[in-house]
Protein backbone atom coordinates (compact mmCIF):
# COMPACT_ATOMS: atom_id res chain seq x y z
CA UNK A 1 0.00 0.00 0.00
CA UNK A 2 0.98 3.50 -0.70
CA UNK A 3 -0.31 6.64 1.18
CA UNK A 4 0.00 10.00 -0.64
CA UNK A 5 -0.56 13.39 0.97
CA UNK A 6 -0.72 16.93 -0.76
CA UNK A 7 0.32 20.46 0.51
CA UNK A 8 0.87 23.84 -0.91
CA UNK A 9 -2.31 24.09 -2.29
CA UNK A 10 -4.29 27.84 -1.99
CA UNK A 11 -5.27 30.97 -3.72
CA UNK A 12 -3.45 32.65 -6.21
CA UNK A 13 -3.87 35.49 -8.76
CA UNK A 14 -3.60 35.43 -12.37
CA UNK A 15 0.42 34.92 -13.57
CA UNK A 16 0.70 33.64 -10.16
CA UNK A 17 3.18 30.60 -8.82
CA UNK A 18 2.50 27.65 -6.36
CA UNK A 19 4.34 25.25 -6.03
CA UNK A 20 2.23 21.49 -5.11
CA UNK A 21 4.06 18.55 -2.65
CA UNK A 22 3.53 15.18 -2.30
CA UNK A 23 4.48 13.09 0.50
CA UNK A 24 4.62 9.42 -0.38
CA UNK A 25 4.94 6.68 2.39
CA UNK A 26 4.34 2.74 2.56
CA UNK A 27 6.12 1.18 -0.21
CA UNK A 28 9.74 1.93 -2.09
CA UNK A 29 9.12 5.07 -3.72
CA UNK A 30 11.84 4.40 -6.50
CA UNK A 31 9.49 1.62 -7.64
CA UNK A 32 6.60 4.02 -8.64
CA UNK A 33 5.63 6.19 -11.12
CA UNK A 34 4.00 9.30 -10.16
CA UNK A 35 1.51 11.68 -11.74
CA UNK A 36 -0.47 14.43 -10.69
CA UNK A 37 -4.21 14.76 -11.60
CA UNK A 38 -7.02 17.45 -11.56
CA UNK A 39 -10.53 17.91 -11.29
CA UNK A 40 -12.62 21.38 -12.03
CA UNK A 41 -15.61 21.62 -11.21
CA UNK A 42 -18.29 19.78 -13.52
CA UNK A 43 -14.98 17.89 -15.44
CA UNK A 44 -13.80 14.83 -15.52
CA UNK A 45 -10.30 14.01 -14.09
CA UNK A 46 -7.15 14.64 -16.51
CA UNK A 47 -3.60 14.40 -16.13
CA UNK A 48 -1.55 17.18 -15.72
CA UNK A 49 1.81 15.71 -15.55
CA UNK A 50 3.76 12.37 -14.83
CA UNK A 51 6.87 11.26 -14.07
CA UNK A 52 7.77 7.50 -14.56
CA UNK A 53 10.66 5.71 -12.54
CA UNK A 54 13.23 6.68 -14.80
CA UNK A 55 12.37 10.28 -14.99
CA UNK A 56 10.31 10.07 -18.43
CA UNK A 57 8.16 12.56 -18.30
CA UNK A 58 4.61 13.91 -19.56
CA UNK A 59 2.37 16.74 -19.66
CA UNK A 60 -1.03 18.04 -20.66
CA UNK A 61 -0.62 20.25 -23.46
CA UNK A 62 -2.15 23.27 -21.75
CA UNK A 63 0.10 23.68 -19.17
CA UNK A 64 3.55 22.55 -21.24
CA UNK A 65 5.84 25.38 -20.52
CA UNK A 66 4.48 26.23 -16.96
CA UNK A 67 4.37 23.09 -14.95
CA UNK A 68 7.28 21.02 -13.90
CA UNK A 69 7.15 18.19 -12.54
CA UNK A 70 9.96 16.19 -10.33
CA UNK A 71 10.57 14.07 -7.98
CA UNK A 72 13.33 13.23 -4.80
CA UNK A 73 13.60 9.36 -4.48
CA UNK A 74 15.39 9.66 -1.30
CA UNK A 75 12.98 12.30 0.25
CA UNK A 76 10.06 10.20 -1.23
CA UNK A 77 8.31 13.22 -3.02
CA UNK A 78 7.22 14.51 -5.97
CA UNK A 79 6.45 18.42 -6.91
CA UNK A 80 4.66 20.37 -9.44
CA UNK A 81 5.72 23.62 -9.90
CA UNK A 82 3.37 25.52 -11.44
CA UNK A 83 4.45 29.06 -13.00
CA UNK A 84 1.76 32.05 -14.93
CA UNK A 85 -1.13 30.51 -13.77
CA UNK A 86 -4.10 31.08 -14.94
CA UNK A 87 -8.10 30.75 -14.09
CA UNK A 88 -8.50 27.53 -16.44
CA UNK A 89 -5.85 25.79 -13.85
CA UNK A 90 -8.47 26.42 -10.68
CA UNK A 91 -9.02 22.66 -9.80
CA UNK A 92 -8.84 20.07 -7.09
CA UNK A 93 -5.39 18.15 -7.55
CA UNK A 94 -4.14 15.04 -6.57
CA UNK A 95 -0.75 13.08 -6.09
CA UNK A 96 -1.30 9.54 -7.29
CA UNK A 97 1.03 6.74 -7.97
CA UNK A 98 1.13 3.26 -9.55
CA UNK A 99 4.10 0.66 -9.48
CA UNK A 100 6.03 0.54 -12.65
CA UNK A 101 4.67 -1.29 -15.32
CA UNK A 102 0.93 -1.45 -14.14
CA UNK A 103 -1.72 0.57 -16.44
CA UNK A 104 -3.66 2.50 -14.19
CA UNK A 105 -2.97 4.33 -11.01
CA UNK A 106 -4.35 3.10 -7.60
CA UNK A 107 -3.03 5.20 -5.04
CA UNK A 108 -4.30 8.73 -4.57
CA UNK A 109 -4.07 11.44 -2.13
CA UNK A 110 -6.34 13.52 -1.08
CA UNK A 111 -6.61 16.21 -3.19
CA UNK A 112 -5.77 20.19 -2.64
CA UNK A 113 -7.42 22.75 -4.33
CA UNK A 114 -5.92 25.10 -6.44
CA UNK A 115 -7.58 28.51 -7.22
CA UNK A 116 -6.74 31.33 -9.54
CA UNK A 117 -8.48 34.57 -9.31
CA UNK A 118 -8.47 36.88 -12.53
Known amino acids: QVQLVESGGGLVQLGGSLRLSCAASGSPFGFYDMAWYRQAPGKQRELVASMTTGSATKYLDSVKGRFTISRDNAKNTVTLQMNDLKPEDTAVYYC????????????WGQGTQVTVSS
Open 96 to 107: TSRRYGDPTYPY
